[in-house]
């Protein structure tokens, strides 16, 4: 069964403390691997999508790396705007785009 | 978001009543699915079309139908409103398989 689990669930940080959210996943062929971020009572925003193992990709103090069995998302130096839920989502070899979604890791970036 | 719209943006329904939940894209984009947030649960899968009339089941579709009889709406009815479906509703679009989503701003359900 496809599978995507997120770790930690919640992580607080002191603003300029930089850290890394874990994505971890199983899938039958991994055609994508989705970053997203959500603000408390919005949709999910898109910010990165990686297709192979040892893509990297970056946006301002975000960096989301890729393995065979994981991603990583590097926040660094992050600030109190930087706060949010921020998802990772798998694409099955064969689907129709579907995405199979975690559930998510609450970043609280303190000033 | 700009090019997806869903209505309405608050809904409160008693149990046992049809609600029908709407999206609308302005970005001529083939795919569109409409998902369910709940705490614990992350985002799932209800329904998902891939052009006008071609809809699909995803993982948690028991209790809800969709249409698509236009490529810029895709409507989620749910027929018979339960508690369970208490709920926030995304809708997303995908210009093709490989691409990421855009989702709307969502639906808050409330099922009393």
């Known amino acids: 069964e496809d599978q995507v689990t997120q770790s930690p669930e919640a992580l607080r940080l002191q603003e300029g403390e930089s850290s890394s959210l874990n994505c971890s996943y199983t899938?039958?062929?991994?055609?994508?691997l989705f970053w997203y971020r959500q603000d408390p009572g919005k949709g999910p925003e898109f910010l990165f999508t990686l297709y192979s193992a040892g893509e990297e990709k970056e946006k301002e103090r975000l960096k989301a790396t890729l393995t065979k069995k994981e991603s990583f998302l590097h926040i660094t130096a992050p600030k109190p705007e930087d706060s949010a839920t921020y998802l990772c989502a798998v694409q099955a070899g064969g689907s129709q785009g579907n995405l199979i979604f975690g559930k998510g890791t609450k970043l609280s970036v303190k000033p | 978001d700009a090019g997806i719209t869903q209505s309405p943006r608050h809904k409160v329904t008693e149990t046992g009543t049809p609600v029908t939940l709407r999206c609308h894209q302005t970005?001529?984009?083939?795919?569109m699915y409409w998902y369910r947030q709940d705490p614990g649960h992350g985002l799932r899968l209800i329904h998902y079309s891939y052009g006008v009339k071609d809809t699909d089941k995803g993982e948690v579709s028991d209790g809800y139908s969709v249409s698509r009889s236009k490529t810029e709406d895709f409507l989620l009815t749910l027929e018979s409103a339960t508690s369970s479906q208490t709920s926030v509703y995304f809708c997303?679009?995908?210009?093709?398989?490989?691409?990421?989503?855009?989702f709307g701003s969502g639906t808050r359900l409330t099922v009393v």
């Open positions: 997303a679009i995908s210009l093709d398989t490989n691409y990421g989503y855009t």
């Open positions: 970005e001529n984009h083939r795919y």
């Open positions: 899938v039958s062929g991994l055609r994508g």
